[in-house]
């Protein structure tokens, strides 16, 4: 696999300190520890794009310097997370954590649960764990994990370990640490389960609680070992595409988990009123369009006349005759459904009168 | 703070000083401002403690100009002693005191002596000490993070019915509910069952320990179709209610929310109903005497849902641009023929069962007119042989034969099932109703679009 290490001479490397540097990686910028004082230039990925050939996207027109040349190995994962997918129960939970986190901590820290299947991760639940961090070392409360975890697959068996996350911009100097501790936890509970279908490696989910651009960012990450020779030297975390599954969230409604406070809960026919509001505006909107286009204010667009032109396709023609039996036929069975549930409203309080008159004999 | 001094002595080095507040039943937080206040939860209880004082010297002086009883002495009693008050007071320019002053005994309120009324104000008391302390239910007050926790449990295993636990806090007349956690799947097992109950502990420690409120409020559960108005939730509220003061279920239903509707509900057990229940008596006469008809039996309690800060600029970062979402779809789809046709079918089966309970009352009724058409049958008997006893100069016989078996009262059904009953049907209807009413919107609106 890769560039037989033989060809080029190896460069022999002191213990020197070790930073981290932010490289851009083939899907997005990418956190990897490097060695001080090595020049950063060539370094040989040993995923796919180095099998094919190309070589690695972050100095594409840098020579390999051989005699300066150490091979430092990235270990590609053993089935690659492709992506990631996030329900808002997560990012709620984390947030909730957040706010009642302990006095001290700059940050919180849990558990990811989810399913994986064809390189998607499903993030679907999560627990925070107690954590403590200074300069130098993390420690992490492994026993509430385990306990937690155990309370966990009693609920839902199907919910196993995908990763872990950490509130905050970016992934900080501990992290590699929680990392290697959540790559020994998923490779000891897929020896519990004996289940090879989840021997993925765990990944990393970041959320910028502290909004530090500007903006929201949630980003995960998963974690490509890197190492010299036979000696691992580092970790390298490599950003995956995340999508926000929202259709829970929708179907909840924004307008109630937006907010800080809703007073009432929508009803049926106010959630109806809404969506109708909703169509209409549509409409309205599509009018306007086609309008402008029509007497030339808008620049026509193929696309948009295509899509309507398929859209109005779909409304299915029936002629007004059919239609108005098709219609009038539904109304009846409505009205008779009406009609069935206040009579028998009407009963029960009949009933209910009866049996007060009988009581009273 | 204002304070009128009452009087003060000094005896073998110790200074006593009785002050008393001019404004009666507030609290202080302590005696002087800015040493040693009262934490939130003592001051609740002073505040409650004050009340009552209050209520208790209200209703002593109405007690004693009633009765002419007037009091004899002040009653001294200490509820603060502070050593560090010395400075605060010496410092006072009318004060006079020089000598060491050790100790201070402070008292915040002078209580009257009453020995007589004191049983009768008792039971005063305690009315209002239990009112004051429970004011009724208005809202309960639900973070986002719990809505969608309860949708995610439940509707991850729908159709089979599941529960778990509200967490959360009981603020006054709203119920807090800030977080839940899952219960597992039910098994009949009796170990299974305590490894229920270990898991339950575990989880509240566990949640504590990263600063999740760990009250429990109450608990969530699924539903089919509004199926929910059973015994055994009866049993189960009455078995938190005597473990919580307070408590409420919500109810989610998964079938619902495919029709674009939030179906959350949260309800509690009325109290007239609780006494009932907890004397089991649900014969006629006492329903009637208590007046508690059939919708009296739950109470929905309107749910307001709050987020915190961060999560709704969370939410309103991420929120995807589409003008359309999911709910709109499922709102406006055509076909509710499936959640009608399964609603009638349910509606079908209680209306059976209704009529069974029916019959079974009818049953009663007639057996009831029957045994009191005998006893009456009985009692002329025995009447006009006492007559014919007395004619002879004999005694009479009693007239009343509790050995006799038609004087043996027949119990009478309970009617908590036909009430339940009766409930489920009233709620299906609401439902069809429902689902009626929007069909109509849907289906007119289908034919402005169809003739546009």
Known sequence: ???????????????????????????????????????????????????????????????????????????????????????????????????RRP??????????????????????????????????????????????????????????????????????????????????????????????????????????TGFRNGEASIKAYVSVN????????????????????????????????????????????????????????LIDDIYKYVDDVVEGRAAPDTDIGRFLADTLALVPKISPAAFDKVFNDRIQDNLALVYLSSLIRAQLGIAEKLNTAAQIL | ????????????????????????????????????????????????????????????????????????????????????????????????????????????????????????????????????????????????????KIIKHCNEFSPALVTGQLLGLDVGSVLEVTNCFPFPTREEDEEIEADGANYQLEMMRCLREVNVDNNTVGWYQSTLLGSFQTVELIETFMNYQENIRRCVCIIYDPSRSSQGALALKALKLTDSFMDLYRNNNFTGEKLREKKLSW???????????????????????????????????????????????????????CMEDLSAEQNKFQYYYRNLSRQQAQQQAWLQKRRVENMARKAAGEEPLPEEDPSNPIFKPIPEPSRLDSYLITNQISNYCNQINGVAGQNFNRLYMMKALQEN
């Open chain 1, 1 to 99: 696999m890769g560039r037989p290490a033989s060809r080029e001479p190896v460069l022999r490397l002191e213990s020197r300190p070790v930073t981290s540097e932010e490289i851009i990686g083939p899907h997005g910028p990418a956190y990897r520890t490097t060695i001080a004082g090595f020049t950063a230039g060539w370094l040989n990925y040993h995923t796919k794009a180095a099998r094919v050939g190309s070589r690695s996207p972050e100095n594409p027109n840098r020579p390999p310097r051989s005699d300066l040349m150490a091979v430092l190995q990235f270990f590609p994962p053993s089935s690659p997370i492709v992506s990631a997918r996030l329900h808002p129960v997560v990012l709620f939970n984390i947030c909730d954590c957040y706010v």
């Open chain 1, 103 to 208: 006095d001290q901590a700059d940050r919180v820290i849990g558990t990811l649960l989810g399913s994986v299947s064809d390189g998607v991760v499903e993030i679907k639940n999560s627990y925070a764990v107690p954590h403590n961090e200074s300069a130098d070392q993390v420690a992490l409360d492994v026993e509430y994990h385990r306990n937690m975890y155990m309370s966990h697959l009693k609920v839902n068996p199907k919910e196993v370990l995908v990763g872990w996350f950490s509130t905050g911009f970016g992934v900080s100097g501990g992290s590699s640490l929680i990392h290697d501790f959540y790559v020994k936890e998923l490779k000891d509970s897929v020896k519990d389960l004996k289940d090879a279908q989840n021997s993925v490696p765990p990944l990393h989910l970041t959320v910028d």
């Open chain 1, 226 to 281: 890197l190492s010299l020779g036979d000696r691992p030297l580092a970790a390298q975390f490599q950003e995956i595409p995340l999508d926000l599954r929202m259709i829970e969230a929708e179907r909840v409604g924004f307008d109630i988990l937006k907010t800080t406070v809703v007073d009432k809960l929508p009803n049926d026919l106010e959630g109806m009123e809404a969506s109708m509001e909703r169509l209409y505006a």
């Open chain 2, 1 to 148: 703070m204002i304070y009128f001094l009452i009087f003060y002595k000094k005896e073998d080095e110790i200074m006593h000083v009785t002050l008393q507040k001019r404004d009666k039943g507030q609290t202080w937080s302590s005696p002087i401002l800015g040493q040693g206040a009262l934490d939130p939860y003592s001051a609740d209880l002073e505040q409650k403690r004050l009340m009552l004082q209050r209520f208790q010297e209200e209703e002593y002086a109405y007690a004693s100009c009633r009765s002419g009883y007037s009091p004899s002495r002040i009653q001294v009693s200490t509820s603060l002693r502070l050593n560090s008050l010395g400075p605060a007071l010496t410092q006072g320019p009318s004060w006079e005191a020089r000598a060491p002053i050790e100790i201070f005994y402070f008292d915040l309120l002078a209580l009257a002596n009453y020995s007589e009324h004191l049983a009768m104000v008792r039971s005063f008391l305690q009315a209002v000490s239990s009112e004051e302390v429970t004011p009724p239910l208005r809202v309960v007050q639900m973070e986002g993070l719990a809505v969608l």
């Open chain 2, 295 to 349: 919708v009296d039996i739950f109470e929905e309690i309107p749910i307001k849902v709050s987020n915190s800060a961060l999560v709704s600029a969370f939410m309103t970062e991420l929120e995807p641009e589409s003008p359309v979402a999911q709910c709109d779809y499922d709102r406006l789809k055509l076909s509710t023929a499936p959640y009608v046709e399964r609603n009638l079918e349910f509606l079908i089966d």
